[in-house]
């Protein structure tokens, strides 16, 4: 167990078995040359996130449990070794759904009004960028085939489809594919545990998924001996005059769309009220405070911003401080309890947004009033013991 605020390491990636690898390996296509950086960049969003670690036993399931060997395989779903000798309700794949991304390849096709064979088949004869462009494309599919393997190809939704009553029926659900994906994932559950894969790990950090593909056959053996642990990830409600806008995971950032124009809002925070001016506001909870918000808070000297996943609060820092002979700015940070909630009011006069972990994105216009609180509703992530 690790302190508060301090990164946990990674385990070992398990290897496959060797049916599981054979599926997963899919067809082969040549390796490209990468000439430069930039263009592995285009591929890869990455935030950096610091984990925590306040881990809460799940209710009514055994700790105790001893590792089994991975089971065998069987064609369309994935059974345990043998049943567990707890006495509990173990959690099987037929109770799991994993939600997959689309890979950029799909995503461009799509944006070209194309269809994916035919995208492919162009790209396979381009630069080394449209190879690898491929190749991420076909080892996404072979992981998906080979998760549909495991779970049962009813249990897998494409990230296109998602919906809250698409998972509604899950006790588990799987997120496969980044960061970003998590992020995107989590909007759609409510009390459900959710566990991260990553399914790229050589080109996305990851650092909100606690699983690669590898694990994935130990991970539901540990499943079925019902030997897992729940973390309460804090999570953000956020509503512009009086209608809600959504959920947010990560961070909440408002202030004018365009980065060269001065974003001003009142603040009302503690019974004191005050005008801010400056790049924008950024409120992040813990799982976001190693990105966005503590690259913010670096510009100000500060070493170490990040502060548990599991902790019930938010914080907020006001992006470049207008220093101005003009009072203004008198507490450019804070922090936001349970039972408190954040009031803005925007004096945006150009485009006022609101943007939650950079996928929600509503208007802050001139005169509109946001408030922001800590949710009800903490994110769920699953561990397995």
Not at 86 to 114: D, F, N
Not at 187 to 200: A, C, H, I, K, M
Not at 230 to 247: C, L, N
Request: glycine share 8%; hydrophobic share 35%.
């Amino acid at each position: 167990m690790k302190a508060p605020g301090t990164a946990q390491p990674r385990p070992a990636a398990r290897a496959l078995p060797a049916d599981l690898l054979a599926v997963a390996e899919g067809p082969s296509y040549p390796k490209p040359t990468i000439t430069s950086s930039s263009e592995l960049g285009a591929l890869t969003k990455t935030d950096s996130y610091l984990s925590a670690g306040h881990l809460e036993p799940h209710t009514g399931l055994s700790m105790g449990a001893e590792i089994q060997p991975s089971p065998p395989l069987v064609t369309g779903q994935w059974r345990p070794s043998k049943a567990p000798g707890t006495g509990q309700t173990p959690l099987l794949a037929t109770e799991i759904v994993a939600v997959t991304r689309l890979s950029k390849l799909e995503y461009l096709a799509g944006k070209h009004r194309k269809s994916v064979h035919d995208f492919k088949e162009e790209l396979s004869k381009g630069s080394a960028r449209d190879l690898l462009l491929v190749e991420s494309h076909e080892r996404q599919k072979s992981t998906e085939r080979a998760i549909a393997t495991m779970l049962g190809v009813h249990h897998l939704v494409s990230r296109d489809q998602v919906s809250s009553e698409a998972l509604r029926s899950a006790k588990l659900v799987l997120s496969i594919g980044g960061d970003n994906h998590l992020q995107y994932v989590a909007q759609f559950v409510e009390d459900t545990p959710l566990v991260g894969v990553n399914s790229y790990p050589e080109h996305s950090d990851g650092v909100l998924c606690s699983l690669t593909f590898e694990d994935l056959p130990h991970f539901l053996e540990r499943l079925a001996q019902g030997n897992y642990l729940v973390e309460k990830w804090a999570r953000a409600d956020v509503e512009t005059d009086g209608m809600p806008i959504g959920r947010a995971l990560c961070d909440i950032g408002c202030g004018e769309l365009h980065f060269f124009e001065m974003s001003k809002h009142l603040l009302n925070y503690r019974g004191r009220q005050d005008l801010h001016k400056g790049s924008g506001l950024l409120i992040a909870t813990g799982a976001g405070s190693t990105g966005w918000y503590s690259s913010v808070r670096r510009q100000s000297g500060a070493l170490d911003s990040s502060f548990a996943r599991t902790s019930p609060e938010l914080r907020f820092i006001l992006r470049e401080p207008y220093a101005g002979r003009l009072p203004a700015n008198t507490f450019p940070e804070g922090d936001v309890r349970e039972g408190e909630e954040l009031v803005l009011e925007s004096l945006n006069d150009s485009q006022g947004i609101v943007i939650l972990d950079s996928l929600t994105k509503a208007a802050f216009p001139l005169g509109s009033i946001m408030k922001v609180k800590l949710s009800e509703h903490p994110l769920r992530v699953l561990f397995v013991n």
